[in-house]
T-cell receptor, first 115, second 112 residues
Framework: GQQLNQSPQSMFIQEGEDVSMNCTSSSIFNTWLWYKQDPGEGPVLLIALYKAGELTSNGRLTAQFGITRKDSFLNISASIPSDVGIYFCAGPKKAGGTSYGKLTFGQGTILTVHP | GAGVSQSPSNKVTEKGKDVELRCDPISGHTALYWYRQSLGQGLEFLIYFQGNSAPDKSGLPSDRFSAERTGGSVSTLTIQRTQQEDSAVYLC??????????FGPGTRLLVL
């Protein structure tokens, strides 16, 4: 299966600051997904990317599918306390696969926002 | 139901005992997935059911792990002779055909 390397592992920021995290792989992905997990909950899909170079926004969140198809980043602008949680990148576990089957996940980025 | 539900929320068991974890997918979803999340780690794929097809069991870590899906709906993940390294959060997800996966809240398993 394909491996995803996510960084940073954790971030401590002040409310109002912007945040950036990224995910890289040695293999090509056809789909990149970004999930957020709140404490005691399952992951919730934030943004899905299906095309190299694609830049997609969801409110204060922006994600891009890298041109090489081996990386993706997620930006959060003007962070607020409810942004706290663990952010995961994910992609199809099988090389060349779709997002509609088993997924492989990055290790996660733990975000803490200080009011 | 409105979302994926899992039970129990938490399970504490003794090493060597068997445990069963239950997942109720979103009504009408044909695909169901089990993942395992160890402390501080990402999610690890375990098993995938799609409709009436044979399940993809390629992620099960050992033969102590098994899962079934009855009537194309509810699924049970069984871990036999539990070991301490089985302690983790077990997450279930479901999706419509070729659609986004929606996750349940998970079952937190602690093996003493």
């Amino acid at each position: 299966g394909q491996q995803l390397n996510q960084s940073p592992q954790s971030m401590f920021i002040q409310e109002g600051e912007d945040v950036s995290m990224n995910c890289t792989s040695s293999s090509i992905f056809n789909t990149w997904l970004w999930y957020k997990q709140d404490p005691g909950e399952g992951p919730v899909l934030l943004i899905a990317l299906y095309k190299a170079g694609e830049l997609t926004s969801n409110g204060r969140l922006t994600a891009q599918f890298g041109i090489t198809r081996k990386d993706s980043f997620l930006n959060i602008s003007a962070s607020i306390p409810s942004d706290v949680g663990i952010y995961f990148c994910a992609g199809p576990k099988k090389a060349g696969g779709t997002s509609y089957g088993k997924l492989t996940f990055g290790q996660g980025t733990i975000l803490t926002v200080h009011p | 139901g409105a979302g994926v539900s899992q039970s129990p929320s938490n399970k504490v068991t003794e090493k060597g005992k068997d445990v069963e974890l239950r997942c109720d997918p979103i009504s009408g979803h044909t695909a169901l997935y089990w993942y395992r999340q160890s402390l501080g780690q990402g999610l690890e794929f375990l098993i995938y059911f799609q409709g009436n097809s044979a399940p993809d069991k390629s992620g099960l870590p050992s033969d102590r792990f098994s899962a079934e899906r009855t009537g194309g709906s509810v699924s049970t993940l069984t871990i036999q002779r539990t070991q301490q390294e089985d302690s983790a959060v077990y997450l279930c997800a479901s999706s419509g055909y070729q659609e986004t996966q929606y996750f349940g809240p998970g079952t937190r398993l602690l093996v003493l």
